[in-house]
């Protein structure tokens, strides 16, 4: 029950002051990928796509690793190369895309890293003993954005998902994860790359 059994500040570098300027809001800043994102089962960062088995160092478009806790215990992990995820995200129904992007732009924060949630403005220390997923959008070695989501906000874009689309996850899930309870949420790609 330690901190120091912990390494969320990987999330958060150095805020170092930027020379170029602040019109591209979303200037990847690129970071070692952290250990809480490494394989838990494997012992090592990830290497293969998690659907598809694609070597994820191949893939220009990056992919993301997604990691769902309970305070310190790893309850589900895997990395997604982006058109895998892409496909995930796209066998949403319509009403889904369209209200996960509403909720999306509501609800997105101007926040990046593990200590705000992404979603509401709980910190890490308030859900750090429930459930809470990391994502880390990653390239290669490195990771490029990183998100905190807190159990609450979970819940609630699992209400927004319809039925359908939650079984494409469920689906997913006890394909690669048997015997892992299926209450989950599509972490939608972000920041809200979705045009309606
Ligand atoms: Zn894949
Ligand atoms: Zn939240």
Redesign the pocket.
Known sequence: MSEEDTNFEAGEGPEEPTNHSQDDQEAPQREPIPSVLHSFYEDRPFVS?T??G?SLEHFEEGYRISKNFKGEEVIVEYA??M??LNAMLDEASEESKQRLAEFQNERYRDVSGFNDCALCDKQFDEVKDEEYGLVGVCHGDDMVDSAMICFGCMEDMSEIMSEETRRTWDKFREENFPGVPSDFEPFPSRPAPVTL
């Open positions: 796509c659907r598809c694609e997604l190369c058109p895998c």
